[in-house]
């Protein structure tokens, strides 16, 4: 069974999710603040959280923060405010998606099968995406349609992985470089540029199966077109 913790101190909006997502099959556990979730996902296993930010005792960026620290499970935020920069801090500190009240359960039931589809090919291993197929054990792209395998220079490697992990997810540069250099790279963040140029020019006989797009000002995400 597939356990995803639902985080918020307003109980109507703890049993909207709840009831939504037991019907598909989830196991659902509940609780009101950050402090009572990350004890809990520190306990017990859980597949996703779904949260609010404005919490008592310790609020939604925190607890983001805190479960990234533990896991790479996917983590969608719900919240009132739908300001850009609220998603952006948001993406900044690990979440994957964000849904803004009030919203639409069979939305919020899509996205978050979308996220647990995600992270499971992620953690497999390998990607596919039309032709083209990334095995992260040899660190190969595998071209179907010619027959044959590339091994691609470690960080674009990496930098797509990342990318075709999560389709259609936005992902700032800040973040791109902890996931792909890390937190203590000292170098330009347009390095983040060079390797998507790079990676755009290598695929782009693939552009009708997926695509590398840039959110000017935000970041980049992969789209797929074709599974």
Known sequence: MTTILVVDD??????????????EGFTIVEKADGEEALKYAADFPVDMTIMDIMMPRMDG??????LRELSEMPILMITAKGEST?????????????????????????RVKALLKR????VSKHIQ?????????????????LGEAVTLPLKEFELFYTLASYPGQLFTRDHLIGQ??????????????????R???????????FKIITLRG???KLEVYHD
Request: charged share 30%; net charge negative; with cysteine.
């Open 10 to 23: 307003d109980s109507h909006i703890r049993e909207l999710i709840s009831l939504y997502l037991t019907d």
């Open 61 to 66: 960026w925190e607890l983001c923060r805190k």
């Open 86 to 110: 609220q998603r952006i801090k948001g993406f900044q500190l690990g979440t994957d998606d964000y849904l803004v009240k009030p919203f639409d359960p069979q939305e919020m039931v899509m």
């Open 119 to 122: 992270y499971r090919i992620s």
């Open 129 to 145: 995406l039309g032709p083209v197929k990334l095995d992260r054990n040899k660190y190969e792209v595998l071209f179907g349609d």
């Open 180 to 197: 792909v250099w890390g937190v203590e790279f000292e170098g330009n963040e347009r390095t983040v540029d060079v390797h998507i140029n």
């Open 199 to 209: 990676l755009r020019d290598r695929f782009e006989g693939y552009s009708a199966f």
């Open 218 to 220: 935000l970041g980049y």
